[in-house]
């Protein structure tokens, strides 16, 4: 009997283990190899061993430090912006009981919303033509409308506050159901105690909901560093006036499917991998010292 429930087991996990193996370990394997390889895609007879060439070349190649430089400076404010607003409106809409959902659904929109049409919004709203240009020029705040796709320091900053309003919303969800996880016996008791609304969430909500909290932080870690289409979408392969945009997935499509060089965005991509695991071990040293 023991030994049929142990086949049957394995029979259940037999897809994500094919999964696993052949669109997850294989392809790293597979980069790996490519990384110590000068390959060219159109050309895979002429791949030669290079042994470390492609890891110095791109160690010494001061446009992958900017790429990773300038998605370390977008990650800071997005993370911080979609942080402090998911958790701010999911303690909000977790005191709301009139019409919960509805202003639930209505925050959510820019998450259902595609990408593409939710930058195009984005990008006229905060052109120079645009309503918040406008309003901040009438108000005094600019003394005229901004390009920012052609300033070296506001690119980052811009798209991290689309980034911030797309995807904020998977982030309150996250949220309100580690609230709504919390016994409730907990706060009558500092009801009686007399706590405040600040006391409560600061000593009870926030340290009962720090594993909501670690994985909406990983989370945001992982997907800010691979960020491609915003940038994309708004500027050439090159990242813009003085490669301001620049992030190390453009600059690995740049560099694999632009100069057929597939060794070096191979190496690229583990480059940033260990960047990615590096950044996500620390979070989560940081969050466990504080848990």
Do not use: C, H
């Not at 142990?6 to 394997?29: C, H, N």
């Not at 909501?212 to 560093?225: K, P, S």
């Amino acid at each position: 009997m023991k030994k049929n429930n142990l086949i049957m087991g394995y029979v259940f996990l037999a897809p994500w283990i094919i999964y696993f193996t052949v669109f997850l370990m294989y392809p790293f394997f597979l980069s790996f190899e490519s990384s110590f390889l000068n390959v060219n895609i159109l050309l895979p007879e002429n791949t030669q061993f290079v042994g470390l060439a492609n890891w110095i070349s791109v160690v010494t190649d001061t446009l992958f430090w900017k790429s990773l430089f300038n998605v370390l400076f977008n990650q800071i404010i997005f993370v911080f912006l979609s942080f402090i607003i998911g958790l701010g409106l999911a303690l909000l809409l977790n005191e709301i009981k009139f019409m919960a959902s509805f202003f639930r659904t209505i925050m959510f929109i820019p998450v259902i919303t595609s990408i593409t049409v939710a930058m195009v919004i984005f990008d006229f709203v905060s052109g120079p033509s645009g309503p918040v240009q406008s309003a901040m020029v009438e108000s005094s705040l600019l003394n005229e409308p901004v390009f920012w796709k052609f300033e070296q320091w506001l690119p980052m900053p811009v798209i991290a506050v689309f980034s911030a309003w797309k995807w904020f919303g998977v982030q309150m969800i996250i949220f309100l159901g580690g609230i709504a996880s919390i016994d409730r016996s907990l706060f009558e008791a500092a009801d009686i105690d007399g706590a405040s609304w600040w006391r409560k969430t600061r000593k009870i909500t926030l340290p009962m909901i720090m594993p909501q909290i670690i994985f909406v932080m990983t989370m945001n870690i992982i997907n800010g560093l691979q960020m491609f289409i915003e940038v994309f979408m708004n500027f050439d392969l090159s990242g813009g006036p003085y490669q301001s945009a620049l992030t190390p997935v453009l600059y690995l499509y740049q560099t694999g499917f632009e100069q057929m060089k597939m060794g070096e965005a191979s190496t690229i991509g583990l480059m940033l991998a260990a960047v990615i695991y590096l950044l996500t071990m620390m979070q989560l040293k940081i969050t466990s010292k504080e848990d």
